[in-house]
Structure formats: structure tokens, C-alpha cells
């Protein structure tokens, strides 16, 4: 059944959802911040390390100027004492000749140049310098400058690199210390509120896990959040109040189609019976006045419930090719014309036919035109009119009208559910299983086409439909 593989299907997707989408988004949700978590953490290194490094060169930078504007006017030997002077960025300061013999230097013992020697007025900023092979290393500022008394000298002023790298190391290991701390947190929180904002997905499974299709007039709660949850749960239900209605009109569909199969086997095997019971065999006669007529009217029955089940489990196939659709009225008038004495009284059968080309199935076509056709002579009293109409070539109308009873405008609404029989329309012996009509529905709904359900002018009803006109490529 269809309903039941439906249920069966949402049942099973419900519990992939509330199950697995809580770990997979708790795990994402975990990774993509760990993921930036690393990549804030690196920036925040280089960051700190760009901003200490800028500082220490600035000072640096500084001292190494306000120096050699002393030293170019005053000599080595007139050097403030005070632009000696160490703080929190400069750790040492060196003034050295060409050949490295150093003038002034702050740290104690035998040194060496913190860098080669450069021009006067050029300023370079070297790495990992250190005065003595024991000593610490230095990031040092060179500047070059002349003096009256020395003459071409460089300026080397150095921060220590030890503290540099210790501040570096601290907020790298802050890092490491607090980003696991925020990725656990943030993987528990995301585990618990993706939980709460599952608890209605979970409320609408357990739901659904009730529903059974036996029994499909339970609904899933509808959330109050206005969100995509609730839009699923009112989907969700119109998605139940359809398999209803399609698993109601099953169940009509069965029951109509055990009835009206009922009739006709009821009639065949009571003859049989009778035959047997009598002990003779079945004359032509009855074969051929009652017994064939059944059995056809059962074929047919049998056809056309097997299209319409068709028609609803993927739509009525198609074999689409040029028609000329005027002659397919033409036919079906001939056919009208031939079996007109089978009604009650005369009827007068008119047309208008258009030579029109359309793109559709010839054999559903012509059978769509004879239901409407068989239809009319069932209502009809003295005239039946086959029209056709078209719409500046685009669509092109056939409908067939009868001076019956006409369809009151409730019955309108109905006329094309399956097993439907007006109770005005089935006085006569001709009448069928009230399936024409359903038919004709499908076929025209399956060409893109609609149906025209009317009353006629002057009284009866007036029954057809309206197709594309197709450009046969």
C-alpha cells in the first residue's frame, strides 16, 4: 500500500534525524571551532610577537639616533653618559670602529661586535647577536654615523630575545591551556542545545512511530518556535491529511471496484449454477444476449481499473506523436452514428470539426473522446453535438453536448471521482461502472490539458476538455 511505505519511510528518516544529526553537529560544531581556535591562536602569536618585536625595534631605533646625533657633534668622548642608560627594551649599547674594536660597550667583560659594520646613515635590524660566545642573544639595531674624533663608527643598540621569547611563550601556552578548555565547552553546549532544539524533531518521531496506517487521524505537534521545525510538522501533517485521503478513497476505490465486479460474476455464475443445477448445457441465446455482454462489460471494467491504478502510480504512459485530432472526432461520429440504435429513442448527432494537429497519445486520445461520447448518449434525450474550438493557435477545445438532465452544480465537483453514478444518469440498461469520466480526466490531465464541465444552452450538460497545441518537432 502506499500509505504504508510512506509511514514506513518517514518513520525511518525521523530516527536518522533526532539520532545522528545530534553527534554530527556537535562533532562539526567542535571541529570548526577547534579549527579556528588554531588559526585565532596563531594570529594572536604573530600579532603579540609583530607588536613586542615592533616595540623593542622602535626604541631601539631611537636610542640608536639620539646617539649618533650626539657623537656627530660632540665625538665618542663627549657622549652623555644618560643615553647609556638600560631599561625595559635596551639591554646593551655598542659603539665600534671598522675593525670591530668596540669604543663603548655596556656589557661587561670581553665583547665583540653585536653585527657587522655599516656605512654612515644606514640603519639595518639583525637577529640572534650576542657580545661573548656565553652571553645571551640579542635583536640589535645598527646604525651608522661619523665622528670628529673617531670618525666612521657603528651604533649598535640590542633587546634581549630572552624575554621576548618568554612573553611569547606564555601567551602561546595560554593558548594551549584555554582553547581545549573552550572546545570541550563548546562541544557540550552544542550537544545540549542541539538536543533541545531536537526535543520537537523527537516529539514528531515518537509520533510518527504511533501512527500506523490502520490508523492515520493522529497529527504531530506543532511546535510554538516558528521555525523550520514547525514548518516541518505542518508539512508533516498536510503530508498525513493527503495519505488519509488517499488511503480513504483506496479503500472506497476496492469496496466500489468489489461491487461493481460483484454484478456481472453474480450474473455469470448464477447462469452457471442454474446450467448445472438443471443438468443442460447453456444455450447460444443466453451466451450471446447476457453472458457476453457481461463478460466484456467485466474486461472493460477490469481495463480501466487497471489504468486508473497505473494513472496513480506514475501517471498514464504516454506515446506522444503528431494526431490529427479532427480525425479523431470524425471517428468516433462514425462510431456514434453506428451504434445510435442502441439508446432509447433517436438521437440527431451534429459536429463541428477543425482540421487541427496536436502533440499527444492518438489511442488515449480517441478513447478519451469516445468516454465523453458514451457519457453524452447515456444522458441524452433527442441530440448530441460533438464541438470543436480553437484559441488562436494555441489550444484547441472539444467538448460533447447532450439535452439530458445536466449536471446540478454539487454534482460537478464529483462527477470525475472514480465509481461516481448520478443517480439521473444510470435509468438506462447502457450505463457502465462510472469510470469513463475518471478516465478521461487522466488522460487530459496527462497531456497537459483541463477539463470543462458545464451546463449546455438550453438545457443539458456540456462535457470536454481543452489541450495545448503542441509544435510537432
Given at each position: ?5 510512506r509511514?514506513t ?6 530516527r536518522?534525524l ?14 570548526l ?6 588559526v585565532a ?17 622602535s626604541?631601539a631605533?631611537?636610542r640608536a639616533h639620539?646617539i649618533?646625533?650626539m ?6 668622548g ?17 659603539i665600534?670602529?671598522?675593525d670591530g ?7 661587561h667583560?670581553t665583547?665583540?661586535p653585536l ?13 640572534d647577536t650576542?657580545p661573548?660566545?656565553?652571553a645571551p642573544?640579542f ?6 654615523a ?9 651604533i649598535?643598540?640590542?633587546t ?30 552544542t ?5 533541545r532544539?531536537l526535543?520537537?524533531?523527537?516529539a ?30 505542518v ?11 488517499a488511503?480513504a478513497r483506496e ?13 456481472p ?12 443445477m ?19 462489460r ?8 487497471l ?26 461520429i462514425r ?7 442502441l ?6 448527432i ?9 502533440t ?27 464541438e470543436m ?15 439530458g438532465?445536466?449536471v446540478s ?6 462527477i ?9 444518469a ?30 449546455a ?9 481543452t ?6 518537432q
Amino acid at each position: 500500500m502506499i500509505s504504508s511505505t510512506r509511514v514506513t519511510r518517514i518513520r525511518a528518516r525521523l530516527r536518522r534525524l533526532t539520532g545522528p544529526v545530534r553527534n554530527r553537529l556537535t562533532v562539526l560544531a567542535t571541529v570548526l571551532v577547534l579549527l579556528a581556535l588554531l588559526v585565532a591562536g596563531g594570529v594572536m602569536v604573530l600579532v603579540a610577537r609583530n607588536l613586542l618585536y615592533g616595540t623593542a625595534d622602535s626604541a631601539a631605533s631611537a636610542r640608536a639616533h639620539e646617539i649618533a646625533s650626539m657623537v656627530q657633534t660632540e665625538g665618542v668622548g663627549g657622549i652623555d653618559k644618560a643615553t647609556l642608560n638600560l631599561n625595559q627594551y635596551i639591554d646593551i649599547v655598542q659603539i665600534y670602529q671598522r675593525d670591530g674594536a668596540p669604543l663603548i660597550s655596556t656589557f661587561h667583560g670581553t665583547t665583540r661586535p653585536l653585527g657587522p659594520f655599516v656605512s654612515p646613515g644606514t640603519e639595518q635590524v639583525i637577529d640572534d647577536t650576542a657580545p661573548a660566545p656565553d652571553a645571551p642573544e640579542f635583536r640589535t639595531t645598527l646604525l651608522g654615523a661619523v665622528t670628529p674624533d673617531h670618525g666612521p663608527v657603528t651604533i649598535a643598540v640590542g633587546t634581549s630575545e630572552g624575554p621576548l621569547h618568554w612573553l611569547l611563550a606564555v601567551v602561546a601556552l595560554l593558548c594551549g591551556l584555554m582553547f581545549p578548555i573552550i572546545v570541550v565547552l563548546i562541544g557540550v553546549l552544542t550537544y545540549y542545545f542541539v538536543g533541545r532544539s531536537l526535543e520537537p524533531v523527537e516529539a514528531i518521531r515518537r509520533r510518527v512511530d504511533e501512527i500506523s496506517v490502520g490508523d492515520l487521524h493522529q497529527r504531530v505537534p506543532v511546535p510554538a518556535t516558528r521555525d523550520e521545525i514547525a514548518t516541518l510538522a505542518v508539512t508533516m501533517n498536510q503530508m498525513l491529511d493527503r495519505l488519509q485521503e488517499a488511503r480513504a478513497r483506496e479503500l472506497r476505490f476496492v469496496g466500489d471496484a468489489s461491487h461493481e465486479l460483484n454484478s456481472p460474476l453474480t450474473t455469470l455464475v448464477g447462469l452457471f449454477d442454474l446450467a448445472e443445477m438443471r443438468g443442460e448445457g447453456i444455450d447460444r441465446e443466453t451466451a450471446r444476449e447476457v453472458m457476453a455482454p457481461e463478460a466484456r462489460r467485466l474486461q472493460y471494467m477490469v481495463a480501466d481499473m487497471l489504468l486508473l491504478a497505473r494513472a496513480d502510480e506514475s501517471g498514464i504512459p504516454l506515446r506522444l506523436g503528431p494526431v490529427d485530432l479532427d480525425d479523431v472526432v470524425e471517428s468516433e461520429i462514425r462510431r456514434l452514428t453506428a451504434v445510435r440504435e442502441l439508446a432509447v429513442g433517436e438521437l440527431t448527432i451534429s459536429a463541428t470539426v477543425l482540421p487541427i494537429q496536436v502533440t499527444g497519445d492518438e489511442e488515449k486520445l480517441s478513447r478519451a473522446v469516445r468516454n465523453l461520447a458514451d457519457n453524452a448518449i447515456r444522458h441524452a434525450r433527442s441530440r448530441i453535438a460533438i464541438e470543436m474550438v480553437a484559441d488562436d493557435d494555441t489550444t484547441v477545445t472539444v467538448t460533447v453536448v447532450d439535452d439530458g438532465p445536466g449536471v446540478s452544480d454539487e454534482d460537478k465537483e464529483r462527477i470525475l471521482d472514480r465509481f461516481v453514478r448520478l443517480d439521473s444518469a444510470r435509468t438506462r440498461t447502457f450505463g457502465g461502472a462510472g469510470l469513463g469520466l475518471a478516465i478521461v480526466s487522466e488522460i487530459v490531465r496527462a497531456h497537459g490539458g483541463e477539463m470543462i464541465i458545464d451546463d449546455a444552452p438550453g438545457g443539458g450538460a456540456r462535457i470536454g476538455f481543452t489541450l495545448p497545441q503542441r509544435p510537432v518537432q
